[in-house]
T-cell receptor
Framework: EDKVVQSPLSLVVHEGDTVTLNCSYE??????LLWYKQEKKAPTFLFML??SGIEKKSGRLSSILDKKELSSILNITATQTGDSAIYLC???????????WGLGTSLAVNP | AAGVIQSPRHLIKEKRETATLKCYPI?????VYWYQQGPGQDPQFLIS???????DKGSIPDRFSAQQFSDYHSELNMSSLELGDSALYFC?????????????FGEGSRLTVL
Protein backbone atom coordinates (compact mmCIF):
# COMPACT_ATOMS: atom_id res chain seq x y z
CA GLU A 1 0.00 0.00 0.00
CA ASP A 2 1.28 3.44 -0.90
CA LYS A 3 2.21 5.62 2.03
CA VAL A 4 4.02 8.80 2.95
CA VAL A 5 5.44 9.27 6.43
CA GLN A 6 6.56 12.59 7.85
CA SER A 7 8.66 13.33 10.89
CA PRO A 8 8.60 14.86 13.33
CA LEU A 9 4.85 15.22 13.74
CA SER A 10 5.35 18.48 15.56
CA LEU A 11 8.18 20.84 16.27
CA VAL A 12 8.58 23.98 18.38
CA VAL A 13 11.53 26.28 17.72
CA HIS A 14 12.59 29.86 18.35
CA GLU A 15 12.85 32.54 15.73
CA GLY A 16 16.16 32.33 13.92
CA ASP A 17 16.54 28.58 14.34
CA THR A 18 17.02 26.26 11.38
CA VAL A 19 14.68 23.32 11.01
CA THR A 20 14.71 20.17 8.92
CA LEU A 21 11.50 18.32 8.16
CA ASN A 22 11.59 14.76 6.90
CA CYS A 23 9.42 12.85 4.49
CA SER A 24 9.74 9.23 3.41
CA TYR A 25 7.60 7.60 0.79
CA GLU A 26 6.54 4.32 -0.70
CA UNK A 27 4.57 5.22 -3.79
CA UNK A 28 3.82 3.00 -6.75
CA UNK A 29 4.86 4.50 -10.08
CA UNK A 30 6.44 7.37 -8.22
CA UNK A 31 6.68 10.48 -10.31
CA UNK A 32 7.33 13.38 -7.95
CA LEU A 33 7.43 14.47 -4.33
CA LEU A 34 5.66 17.63 -3.30
CA TRP A 35 5.78 19.93 -0.33
CA TYR A 36 2.91 22.14 0.73
CA LYS A 37 2.47 24.65 3.52
CA GLN A 38 -0.88 24.80 5.23
CA GLU A 39 -1.88 27.56 7.59
CA LYS A 40 -5.50 28.01 8.59
CA LYS A 41 -6.63 27.66 5.02
CA ALA A 42 -5.87 25.70 1.88
CA PRO A 43 -2.44 24.14 1.33
CA THR A 44 -0.13 26.29 -0.74
CA PHE A 45 2.34 24.68 -3.06
CA LEU A 46 6.03 24.97 -2.14
CA PHE A 47 8.13 22.55 -4.15
CA MET A 48 7.89 19.71 -6.61
CA LEU A 49 10.87 17.37 -6.71
CA UNK A 50 11.41 14.86 -9.45
CA UNK A 51 15.16 14.37 -9.64
CA SER A 52 17.40 13.03 -6.94
CA GLY A 53 20.06 15.27 -5.48
CA ILE A 54 18.91 18.54 -7.03
CA GLU A 55 18.08 21.15 -4.44
CA LYS A 56 15.14 23.43 -4.98
CA LYS A 57 15.30 26.75 -3.20
CA SER A 58 12.88 29.54 -2.49
CA GLY A 59 14.09 32.21 -0.11
CA ARG A 60 14.80 30.61 3.24
CA LEU A 61 13.19 27.33 2.21
CA SER A 62 14.96 24.56 0.36
CA SER A 63 14.22 20.94 -0.38
CA ILE A 64 15.95 17.94 -1.86
CA LEU A 65 14.92 14.46 -2.93
CA ASP A 66 16.83 11.21 -2.39
CA LYS A 67 15.32 8.55 -4.61
CA LYS A 68 17.70 5.90 -3.31
CA GLU A 69 16.52 6.45 0.25
CA LEU A 70 12.95 7.21 -0.88
CA SER A 71 12.96 10.38 1.15
CA SER A 72 13.01 14.12 1.03
CA ILE A 73 13.85 16.92 3.44
CA LEU A 74 12.55 20.44 3.71
CA ASN A 75 14.90 22.95 5.32
CA ILE A 76 13.87 26.30 6.70
CA THR A 77 16.67 28.61 7.79
CA ALA A 78 16.37 31.69 10.02
CA THR A 79 12.81 30.75 10.92
CA GLN A 80 10.22 33.45 11.50
CA THR A 81 6.88 33.33 13.31
CA GLY A 82 5.20 33.46 9.91
CA ASP A 83 6.68 30.05 9.14
CA SER A 84 4.39 28.52 11.75
CA ALA A 85 2.18 26.13 9.82
CA ILE A 86 1.63 22.50 8.97
CA TYR A 87 4.01 21.31 6.29
CA LEU A 88 2.57 18.56 4.16
CA CYS A 89 4.50 16.16 1.99
CA UNK A 90 2.82 14.21 -0.80
CA UNK A 91 3.98 11.58 -3.25
CA UNK A 92 2.65 11.64 -6.77
CA UNK A 93 1.62 8.23 -8.09
CA UNK A 94 1.96 9.49 -11.63
CA UNK A 95 0.00 6.85 -13.49
CA UNK A 96 -3.29 7.60 -11.80
CA UNK A 97 -2.74 11.27 -11.05
CA UNK A 98 -3.19 10.71 -7.33
CA UNK A 99 -1.33 12.31 -4.47
CA UNK A 100 -0.51 10.25 -1.40
CA TRP A 101 -0.37 12.59 1.57
CA GLY A 102 1.64 12.44 4.76
CA LEU A 103 0.11 13.53 8.06
CA GLY A 104 2.16 16.69 8.09
CA THR A 105 4.63 18.29 10.47
CA SER A 106 3.20 21.00 12.65
CA LEU A 107 5.83 23.70 13.07
CA ALA A 108 5.49 26.40 15.69
CA VAL A 109 8.03 29.23 15.66
CA ASN A 110 8.08 31.22 18.88
CA PRO A 111 9.36 34.80 19.04
CA ALA B 1 -3.77 36.08 -10.80
CA ALA B 2 -6.96 34.06 -10.82
CA GLY B 3 -7.08 31.28 -8.27
CA VAL B 4 -9.33 28.33 -7.61
CA ILE B 5 -12.72 29.56 -6.46
CA GLN B 6 -14.90 27.51 -4.18
CA SER B 7 -18.41 28.20 -3.03
CA PRO B 8 -19.94 28.42 -0.60
CA ARG B 9 -17.16 29.11 1.86
CA HIS B 10 -19.27 28.01 4.79
CA LEU B 11 -22.31 25.76 4.88
CA ILE B 12 -24.40 24.52 7.77
CA LYS B 13 -26.75 21.61 7.19
CA GLU B 14 -28.73 19.19 9.28
CA LYS B 15 -28.41 15.42 9.25
CA ARG B 16 -29.97 13.76 6.23
CA GLU B 17 -29.97 16.98 4.24
CA THR B 18 -28.23 17.52 0.90
CA ALA B 19 -25.40 19.89 0.08
CA THR B 20 -23.69 20.96 -3.13
CA LEU B 21 -20.20 22.43 -3.27
CA LYS B 22 -18.88 24.19 -6.34
CA CYS B 23 -15.35 24.58 -7.63
CA TYR B 24 -14.12 26.87 -10.40
CA PRO B 25 -10.58 25.92 -11.45
CA ILE B 26 -7.83 28.23 -12.55
CA UNK B 27 -8.39 29.23 -16.20
CA UNK B 28 -6.99 26.66 -18.66
CA UNK B 29 -6.77 24.01 -15.96
CA UNK B 30 -8.59 20.91 -17.09
CA UNK B 31 -8.15 18.74 -14.01
CA VAL B 32 -10.00 19.07 -10.73
CA TYR B 33 -9.47 17.22 -7.47
CA TRP B 34 -11.73 17.07 -4.45
CA TYR B 35 -10.34 16.51 -0.96
CA GLN B 36 -11.96 16.20 2.44
CA GLN B 37 -10.02 17.28 5.51
CA GLY B 38 -11.31 16.63 8.99
CA PRO B 39 -9.93 18.42 12.06
CA GLY B 40 -6.29 17.49 12.62
CA GLN B 41 -6.24 15.14 9.66
CA ASP B 42 -4.42 15.10 6.37
CA PRO B 43 -6.42 15.75 3.21
CA GLN B 44 -8.31 12.68 2.06
CA PHE B 45 -8.64 12.32 -1.67
CA LEU B 46 -12.23 11.93 -2.78
CA ILE B 47 -12.39 12.07 -6.56
CA SER B 48 -10.77 13.71 -9.57
CA UNK B 49 -11.76 14.71 -13.07
CA UNK B 50 -9.70 15.23 -16.20
CA UNK B 51 -11.29 16.74 -19.27
CA UNK B 52 -14.78 16.31 -17.82
CA UNK B 53 -14.33 12.60 -17.21
CA UNK B 54 -13.75 10.98 -13.85
CA UNK B 55 -10.06 10.11 -13.72
CA ASP B 56 -9.68 8.62 -10.28
CA LYS B 57 -11.78 7.74 -7.29
CA GLY B 58 -10.65 7.76 -3.70
CA SER B 59 -12.53 7.47 -0.45
CA ILE B 60 -15.68 9.13 -1.67
CA PRO B 61 -18.79 7.72 0.02
CA ASP B 62 -21.58 6.35 -2.15
CA ARG B 63 -23.78 9.16 -0.82
CA PHE B 64 -21.54 11.65 -2.62
CA SER B 65 -21.34 12.26 -6.32
CA ALA B 66 -19.44 14.73 -8.42
CA GLN B 67 -19.04 15.86 -11.97
CA GLN B 68 -17.06 18.25 -14.10
CA PHE B 69 -18.94 20.43 -16.55
CA SER B 70 -18.10 21.71 -20.02
CA ASP B 71 -16.61 24.90 -18.58
CA TYR B 72 -14.41 22.71 -16.33
CA HIS B 73 -16.06 23.76 -13.12
CA SER B 74 -16.95 20.91 -10.82
CA GLU B 75 -19.67 20.22 -8.30
CA LEU B 76 -19.63 17.84 -5.35
CA ASN B 77 -23.07 16.68 -4.33
CA MET B 78 -23.50 15.21 -0.87
CA SER B 79 -26.73 13.57 0.18
CA SER B 80 -28.03 12.03 3.40
CA LEU B 81 -25.50 14.07 5.31
CA GLU B 82 -24.04 12.59 8.48
CA LEU B 83 -22.32 14.27 11.40
CA GLY B 84 -19.04 12.76 10.24
CA ASP B 85 -19.26 14.64 6.97
CA SER B 86 -18.42 17.85 8.81
CA ALA B 87 -15.09 18.86 7.37
CA LEU B 88 -13.25 21.28 5.16
CA TYR B 89 -13.68 20.35 1.52
CA PHE B 90 -10.91 21.46 -0.78
CA CYS B 91 -10.94 21.63 -4.50
CA UNK B 92 -7.67 21.81 -6.38
CA UNK B 93 -6.93 22.27 -10.04
CA UNK B 94 -4.02 21.59 -12.34
CA UNK B 95 -3.23 21.08 -15.97
CA UNK B 96 -3.67 17.41 -16.72
CA UNK B 97 -1.34 17.31 -19.66
CA UNK B 98 1.51 18.70 -17.61
CA UNK B 99 0.62 17.00 -14.38
CA UNK B 100 3.52 16.60 -11.99
CA UNK B 101 1.53 16.84 -8.82
CA UNK B 102 1.50 20.60 -8.33
CA UNK B 103 -2.05 21.23 -7.32
CA UNK B 104 -3.44 24.67 -6.71
CA PHE B 105 -5.99 24.64 -3.96
CA GLY B 106 -9.05 26.73 -3.36
CA GLU B 107 -9.75 28.22 0.05
CA GLY B 108 -12.08 25.37 0.88
CA SER B 109 -15.72 25.01 1.80
CA ARG B 110 -16.37 24.34 5.45
CA LEU B 111 -19.34 22.06 5.93
CA THR B 112 -20.89 21.70 9.36
CA VAL B 113 -23.55 19.05 9.82
CA LEU B 114 -25.70 19.46 12.92
Amino acid sequence: EDKVVQSPLSLVVHEGDTVTLNCSYEVTNFRSLLWYKQEKKAPTFLFMLTSSGIEKKSGRLSSILDKKELSSILNITATQTGDSAIYLCAGNAGNNRKLIWGLGTSLAVNP
Amino acid sequence: AAGVIQSPRHLIKEKRETATLKCYPIPRHDTVYWYQQGPGQDPQFLISFYEKMQSDKGSIPDRFSAQQFSDYHSELNMSSLELGDSALYFCASTSGTKFGGELFFGEGSRLTVL
